[in-house]
């Protein structure tokens, strides 16, 4: 292949010479995982829709398999190319710049590029067969001459016709209560034209939207503001920006700052993308970004992609967006992927959030995805939190990112207050020696917040009734089969259910271990089901709702429980982490942490990190309206460190003790991690293969200077999924360069085919 025929475009896509020279040859990435490309001959008559970035059908041995071109090319080093069958679609689906990325990704996070290629492109818009749904639509027809004769039931259907001037024929039958019939009699006559049109399936169409208008910023949005448009305005100049990292704390307005970057983005006729972590994909969130750009000058379409969406609705939205209708995007975490070209803007919305990790192969971080895509296409990322994580904030401090503060809430509205409650004084006092699920100062707080008509948020991360069953006789867990946890007593099902695989089992009515059989088994811990339990005995009259994965098993579950809440026909809302974050709710003065340390003793160095963020997240749901806010937090432990500095609302005192914790070990933000896992069905095989790897990597960098190894050891969570897992925990400043070799390691290690290796680069989870 003669090289000097071609040159890099900076988008990463191979262009033609100045000699114009026509490709014959297309290089494919299929879709099964070869880690490999493959050359196919371009047909004469697909030579003007072969692009890079098509999907296209090509043979392979005995089959028919799809895949994407990612290199056109003059020639070929294998001869007897076969052809390429199919070009699908009439437009590229893979923009080069997203190409590129998925090439980064590969490499830095150790998998094939086909793999991650399946990211990038969501399975609705993968497969074969055109994914839109076409319907008949009745269109009214300019009347040319004599209206003809019709009779009163046509005549009915006329007029509703002639309003519409078009709609869909179901639409029409149900409005008129006629039949296709008396419609075709109308097309018969020359007034109407049936025909099939696309039918788009909009998951929002249902919704009132009412426009709305930029607020007036205060003088810390004001800095922010000014500060992104400068930056976004040396791009277009051709000027490299930083990162930047929005620290602003909860109720601050750092969604207006948003709304205002993306509009600056619009009128420069630049697209933007917005990141929020599933959880906080709400009705609220979304309809604020629609209102503001449903009109207006730059008005555009704002598309919705995450995981609640059908296939069909997923299809659409991404069209959307690769048509370019759609110049603004929500999404979670694999929204970073969105075509949106050109790119402008993209805002990490509570960029701390550990759902930006994808868990699955390739396990990627869309926070750092993004900032990857915004450097590679000329764009500006934005990254905004209350509680930023340990990662970006250090960045900050480095001068990697440029940080913007906003320190007070907007009208200047007071944080709450904040009052830590010790359960071991309840413990205490109690008879049973366990504490009630509210103290007396919850509980006195939630009566005078039902007597003032003023709504509370309880708060509990573990749903269930009760977190085991245990014997008090010969102390028996109830456990998993097939997981290192104890089973979860689920009161309403009846059932002991495992949270990890899913397993379930019926409660049963005298201990199961052999030689005991005592009936007085009892149920100990608490969950959400358990706490809603109470509140309805403790306050007969009070409106409650629960909100966990229990509760919300249709999609539009949830967008009804926060509607109602909103306009006040719930008085207290009990939820898990779901309602943790990026809810608005004037009324909400109360907010009680039921028990604060469930994420505190956790075998993760940042589980004080994710403490502190949680409480402190939690917290600023309340008070964001005229009546200031108030804050119980139930704990064991209420000394330690993380429950104090939320409670202070202190982030850098609570950032400063903890990353001194962080340089004495290594550990991020000062090193990144890699975690190796070793997997299967026998403990000590797969502890045999671990230290074989160790083995292995002591070997490959005996060289490094930068670099700790730990392990082999047990996983925190042992086994999981009938699965044993052993990991190795390797630390480096060097992650990049790290990655490569990881890669070829874990190509050239052997492993039996019942044994997996998995290789998660900047983990989220040490599970």
């Known amino acids: 292949m003669g090289t000097s025929s071609w040159q890099i475009a900076p988008t990463g896509a191979r262009v033609a010479n100045d000699r114009g020279i026509k490709p014959v040859v297309a290089r494919v990435t299929l879709e099964i995982a070869l880690r490999k490309e493959f050359d196919y001959s371009i047909p004469e008559e697909f030579s003007d829709r072969v692009a890079v970035g098509s999907r296209v059908k090509v043979p392979f041995g005995h089959r028919q398999v799809l895949g994407v071109v990612t290199e056109l090319v003059e020639s070929s080093p294998q001869t007897h190319l076969k052809p390429i069958l199919n070009v699908l679609g009439a437009q590229t689906l893979v923009t080069p710049q997203v190409l590129e990325l998925a090439r980064w990704i590969a490499s830095y996070y150790c998998c094939a590029v086909e793999t991650a290629l399946k990211s990038v492109l969501p399975e609705a818009v993968r497969k074969e067969e055109a994914g839109w749904?076409?319907?008949?639509?009745?269109?009214?027809?300019?009347?040319?001459?004599?209206?003809?004769?019709?009779?009163?039931?046509?005549?009915?259907?006329?007029?509703i016709i002639d309003e519409w001037r078009e709609l869909p024929l179901q639409e029409l039958l149900r409005l008129g209560e006629t039949t296709a019939e008396t419609v075709r009699k109308l097309e018969d006559k020359g007034l109407v034209c049936i025909a099939p049109k696309i039918d788009e399936r909009d998951p929002y169409a249902r919704e009132l939207i009412v426009p709305t208008t930029p607020l007036t910023l205060n003088d810390e949005q004001v800095v922010a503001f000014q500060a992104l448009v400068k930056a976004h305005d040396g791009l277009l100049r051709g000027e490299p920006a930083k990162p930047f990292l929005l620290f602003g704390v909860t109720g601050s307005g750092k969604t207006e700052v948003y709304l205002q970057a993306i509009q600056h983005a619009l009128v420069q006729g630049r697209g933007a993308i917005v990141l929020v972590p599933e959880i906080s994909l709400t009705p609220q969130t979304v309809e604020r970004f629609k209102a503001r750009f449903s009109s207006g000058p730059h008005r555009t379409l704002v598309a919705v992609l995450h995981s609640h969406l059908s296939a069909g609705e997923r299809h659409d939205e991404w069209h959307k967006i690769r048509q370019g209708r759609a110049r603004i995007v929500i999404g979670a975490r694999s929204a970073v992927f969105a075509p949106v070209h050109p790119l402008g803007l993209i805002i990490v919305d509570?960029?701390?959030?550990?759902?930006?990790?994808?868990?699955?192969?390739?396990?990627?971080?869309?926070?750092?995805?993004?900032?990857?895509?915004?450097?590679?296409?000329?764009?500006?990322?934005?990254?905004?939190?209350?509680?930023?994580?340990?990662?970006?904030?250090?960045?900050?401090?480095?001068?990697?990112?440029?940080?913007?503060?906003?320190?007070?809430?907007?009208?200047?509205k007071r944080l709450p207050v904040v009052r830590v409650v010790d359960l071991r004084e309840e413990s205490r006092k109690s008879k049973s020696g366990a504490p009630?699920?509210?103290?007396?100062?919850?509980?006195?707080?939630?009566?005078?917040?039902?007597?003032?008509?003023?709504?509370?948020?309880?708060?509990?991360?573990?749903?269930?009734?009760?977190?085991?069953?245990?014997?008090?006789?010969?102390?028996?867990?109830?456990?998993?089969?097939?997981?290192?946890?104890?089973?979860?007593?689920?009161?309403?099902?009846?059932?002991?259910?495992?949270?990890?695989?899913?397993?379930?089992?019926?409660?049963?009515?005298?201990?199961?271990?052999?030689?005991?059989?005592?009936?007085?088994?009892?149920?100990?811990?608490?969950?959400?089901?358990?706490?809603?339990?109470?509140?309805?005995?403790?306050?007969?009259?009070?409106?409650?709702?629960?909100?966990?994965?229990?509760?919300?098993?249709?999609?539009?579950?949830?967008?009804?429980?926060?509607?109602?809440?909103?306009?006040?026909?719930?008085?207290?809302?009990?939820?898990?982490?779901?309602?943790?974050?990026?809810?608005?709710?004037?009324?909400?003065?109360l907010v009680g942490i039921v028990h604060a340390d469930l994420s505190l003793h956790q075998a993760d160095f940042r589980a004080g990190e994710r403490t502190f963020q949680l409480l402190t997240q939690v917290s600023g749901r309340a008070g964001r309206g005229d009546v200031e806010g108030e804050v119980f937090v139930q704990s064991f432990t209420p000394f330690h460190p993380a429950i104090q500095y939320a409670r202070r609302h202190d982030y850098l005192g609570f950032y400063e003790q903890e990353v001194e914790f962080r340089e004495q070990l290594r550990y991020p933000p000062v090193a990144r991690v890699a975690l190796l896992t070793l997997k299967g069905r026998n403990e000590d095989k797969v502890k045999l293969f671990a230290e074989h790897l160790r083995k292995a990597l002591d070997a490959g960098f005996k060289d490094w200077k930068d670099l700790i190894l730990a392990g082999p050891a047990p996983a925190p969570l042992l086994k999981a999924e009938s699965f044993f897992r052993h990991q190795i925990m390797l630390r480096t400043s060097a992650m990049s360069r790290l990655s490569i070799e990881l890669g070829k390691i874990e190509q050239s290690f052997a492993l039996p085919a019942d044994l997996t290796l998995i290789i998660d680069i900047d983990p989220v989870n040490l599970g």
């Open 133 to 159: 749904r076409e319907r008949l639509h009745v269109h009214a027809l300019t009347v040319v001459g004599e209206m003809p004769k019709l009779t009163p039931r046509q005549e009915t259907i006329w007029r």
């Open 350 to 412: 509570e960029e701390h959030e550990h759902s930006y990790k994808q868990e699955e192969t390739p396990r990627y971080h869309a926070r750092d995805v993004a900032v990857v895509r915004a450097q590679r296409e000329g764009a500006l990322v934005l990254l905004g939190s209350a509680t930023p994580s340990m990662e970006s904030f250090h960045n900050a401090r480095r001068g990697k990112y440029t940080l913007l503060e906003m320190a007070k809430r907007v009208d200047d």
């Open 436 to 589: 009630p699920v509210f103290t007396q100062r919850l509980r006195e707080a939630i009566t005078q917040r039902l007597e003032r008509r003023e709504q509370t948020m309880l708060f509990l991360n573990r749903r269930g009734f009760s977190t085991s069953l245990q014997c008090p006789q010969c102390g028996h867990v109830a456990g998993c089969p097939n997981c290192s946890v104890s089973l979860t007593y689920h009161r309403a099902s009846r059932r002991l259910l495992c949270h990890i695989c899913g397993h379930e089992e019926p409660v049963p009515e005298h201990c199961p271990a052999p030689g005991c059989g005592n009936p007085a088994i009892r149920f100990a811990g608490i969950g959400t089901e358990r706490v809603e339990d109470a509140l309805r005995k403790g306050f007969p009259h009070a409106r409650i709702e629960r909100m966990d994965s229990d509760t919300l098993k249709r999609k539009e579950d949830y967008r009804r429980i926060l509607t109602d809440f909103r306009v006040g026909k719930i008085d207290i809302l009990v939820g898990t982490q779901m309602i943790a974050k990026g809810l608005h709710f004037p009324n909400v003065t």
